[in-house]
């Protein structure tokens, strides 16, 4: 009887051992999530995008930049010869002018920012399932962001496996 009980201690340690090693065997690895967002296919073409976006919109604001200086030094050159309240309106209309191109400026440059944060999220939830699939395959417990590892062995990164199955499911993706 007394080796029936020392039996079943022994054979619960022994579970409780097993299963500890079981857990240890699952695999914590580890992405950089910047850069799969800056490298893969999809997201170089939302780089190249937002360039492209970006560069029009500076020639369009150095345009329209152009045009306001020109018209206030020709304001400035008129102040003397032009009656006070001539000068006055002129030079309303000239700060409104200024006003709607900063609010312009500003609401284009807050849609840039949301087209890029759109594109974005539509590459990383392209990325979960891909993600998915390989923690599925591989028996893998936690896939954690690069970001938040202090310390970690090289060999446990599957970045650069992931941005090869990312390139092959997503060439590109269309900012809107």
Known sequence: MF????????FFIILI??????????????IDM??????????????????????????KF?????GLKS???????????????EYLKQLNNLRKKVSNYKIEKSNINNNIFKKKESAQKKLLNALDPILKDYA????VLYIMPKKNIIIGNTELDITKIILKSLDNNIKKINIK
């Open 3 to 10: 080796y029936k009980k020392i039996y079943k201690y022994l």
């Open 17 to 30: 051992f097993h299963s500890n090693l079981t857990m240890a065997n699952q695999s914590i690895l580890y």
């Open 34 to 59: 910047n850069y799969l967002l800056n490298n893969s296919l999809a997201g170089k073409s939302i780089v190249t995008q937002l360039k492209n976006i970006n560069e029009t919109n500076l020639k």
């Open 62 to 66: 150095k345009k329209i930049e152009e």
């Open 71 to 85: 018209e206030e030094s020709k304001l400035i050159s008129q102040q003397k010869i032009l009656e006070k309240n």
């Open 136 to 139: 599925k395959k591989k028996s």
